[in-house]
């Protein structure tokens, strides 16, 4: 009985957790707080996404830098579920095919992302349109 509600308690506390962690991500992007990522603040996110992840500072990610910044995230499973891998992740973007995400290419694989994900077309995203281009795109690059 005591263990039973104790699981229960558990996956009750857990859930809003895992929905909030998603809002929040939003909610840090969405710099003046008006219900949408606009261009700008999508690339102000990204850069400081792209810092976070270059762990050695040597202005390049590396697969092995991005698979640590997930993990430490908690996203790993997800992204083994998503079946692509960081290096598939880098290859996407990496347009000069060294392997590594410099800065610049970062910046324009994001840019990219943003505007497939910007349904309307009105160079904002809402959270519905980011979440719904980004199962699109999680799906087409699933191969
Ligand atoms: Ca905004
Ligand atoms: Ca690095
Ligand atoms: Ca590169």
Do not use: C
Request: aromatic share 2%; glycine share 10%.
């Amino acid at each position: 009985m005591k263990l039973k509600r104790l699981t229960m308690a558990l996956a009750i506390s857990l859930v809003p957790a895992l929905a909030m962690a998603a809002d929040d991500k939003f909610k840090s992007m969405d710099t003046d707080g008006d219900g949408a990522v606009s261009s700008a603040e999508h690339a102000a996110g990204a850069q400081k996404m792209f810092t976070k992840m270059d762990a050695n500072h040597d202005g390049a990610v590396t697969a092995a830098e991005m698979d640590a910044a997930w993990a430490a995230k908690g996203k790993g499973d997800k992204a083994a579920k998503m079946k692509m891998s960081s290096a598939d992740k880098i290859k996407e973007i990496d347009t000069d095919g060294d392997g590594k995400l410099s800065a610049a290419e970062h910046a324009a694989g994001s840019q990219k992302m943003f505007a497939a994900m910007d349904a309307n077309g009105d160079g904002k995203v809402t959270e519905a349109e980011m979440q719904a281009g980004h199962d699109k795109a999680m799906k087409s690059a699933g191969h």
